[in-house]
């Protein structure tokens, strides 16, 4: 099992370009989330999908959209990228189940960087 | 609202002392508490977890922590810290009534010194 697998690792933009990054799992994993990660604030949740062919808002959504593209992959796409949205974004996903406690598990991480 | 605090930023001790971690959380219902941890240029690895039962938790490379509800707080713990436990310490809370909920703490950098 490769697990939850990101791509690229490194992208730099200029403002107002746009991109996707890539993420995959191969864990038969229902959910899966997108989080960045910035210095001092921890990691926030951007958007996640519950399931395949839902796809919900998390906690910084402004300025990406998903797109949940089969069980395994679940992309997040720039339209214009901005300077605020250098960060490094990680992709997770969570075994299915009813009782919530599982853990997640997180890809390697894409480094962007908009200049 | 509901929030995840690490006070320490930094937490430095020697090698073969014990270290601690802090977590203190503000999230209703009896969330599910975890820890992760991050190496350079790596994504999160989990630790160990809290459901429920037992206060202590026993996880992955030694670590374990310990569960206070009356102090909402989930520290990280090791009886004897090692080098190569240097890196970033998350702390995570998922909020039972919403699985898709989880908040993270702003993550202690541990550093251990031979």
């Known amino acids: 099992n490769a697990g939850v697998t990101q791509t690229p690792k490194f992208q730099v933009l200029k403002t107002g370009q746009s991109m996707t990054l890539q993420c995959a799992q191969d864990?038969?994993?229902?959910?899966m989330y997108w989080y960045r990660q910035d210095p001092g604030m921890g990691l926030r949740l951007i958007y996640y999908s519950a399931s395949e062919g839902t796809t919900d808002k998390g906690e910084v959504p402004n300025g990406y959209n998903v797109s949940r593209l089969n069980k395994r992959e679940f992309s997040l796409r720039l339209e214009s990228a901005a300077p605020s949205q250098t960060s490094v974004y990680f992709c997770?996903?969570?075994?299915?189940?009813?009782?919530?406690?599982?853990?997640?598990?997180f890809g390697p991480g894409t480094r962007l960087t908009v200049t | 609202a509901q929030s995840v605090a690490q006070p320490e930023d930094q937490v430095n001790v020697a090698e073969g002392n014990p270290l601690t971690v802090k977590c203190t959380y503000s999230?209703?219902?009896?969330?599910?508490l975890f820890w992760y941890v991050q190496y350079p240029n790596r994504g999160l690895q989990f630790l160990l977890k809290y459901i429920t039962g037992d206060n202590l938790v026993k996880g992955s490379y030694g670590f374990e922590a310990e569960f206070n509800k009356s102090q909402t707080s989930f520290h990280l713990k090791k009886p004897s810290a090692l080098v190569s436990d240097s890196a970033l310490y998350f702390c995570a809370v998922r909020d039972r009534r919403n699985f898709n909920k989880f908040y993270f703490g702003s993550g202690t950098k541990l550093n251990v010194k031979p």
């Open positions: 999230v209703s219902g009896n969330p599910y």
């Open positions: 997770a996903s969570n075994p299915p189940g009813t009782s919530g406690a599982y853990e997640q598990y």
């Open positions: 864990m038969n994993h229902n959910s």
